[in-house]
């Protein structure tokens, strides 16, 4: 009697064992939809001035301010304001301010 009761229990628990959620899901053969990759968004000068830049995506154009500390690379290489060239690729660091730019880096 003790050892149906055993046998019984260890069944019992054997069953529980093999048919847990996680081991019902590890022979899945489903897969999960791979992250798609996010898109870059190219800005472009729109307009350049000595004091502003202003860049835009085609959906939408930001304005910043140019100061003398403002840090400008093109191609790699420390350049000034008056380098910044309208259709040029270019990315820009605000600064202490949304408007302020820190760092313009653009490419020809």
Request: charged residues 10%; positive net charge; proline residues 2%.
């Given at each position: 009697?003790?050892?149906?009761?055993?046998?019984?229990?260890?069944?019992?628990?054997?069953?529980?064992?093999?048919?847990?959620?996680?081991?019902?899901?590890?022979?899945?053969?489903s897969k999960k939809s791979p992250t798609p990759k996010p898109t870059p968004v190219?800005?472009?000068?729109?307009?350049?001035?000595?004091?502003?830049?202003?860049?835009?995506n085609g959906k939408k154009s930001d304005t910043y301010k140019i100061h003398p500390e403002t840090e400008v690379e093109i191609n790699g290489t420390k350049s000034k304001a008056s380098d910044l060239k309208t259709g040029m690729k270019v990315h820009v660091d605000s600064g202490t301010s949304a408007d302020s730019a820190s760092r313009i880096t653009a490419t020809q």
């Open positions: 009697m003790k050892r149906t009761f055993l046998l019984a229990t260890s069944l019992v628990f054997a069953g529980l064992v093999f048919l847990s959620p996680a081991s019902l899901h590890a022979g899945s053969t190219v800005e472009k000068i729109t307009s350049v001035s000595a004091d502003s830049i202003t860049v835009s």
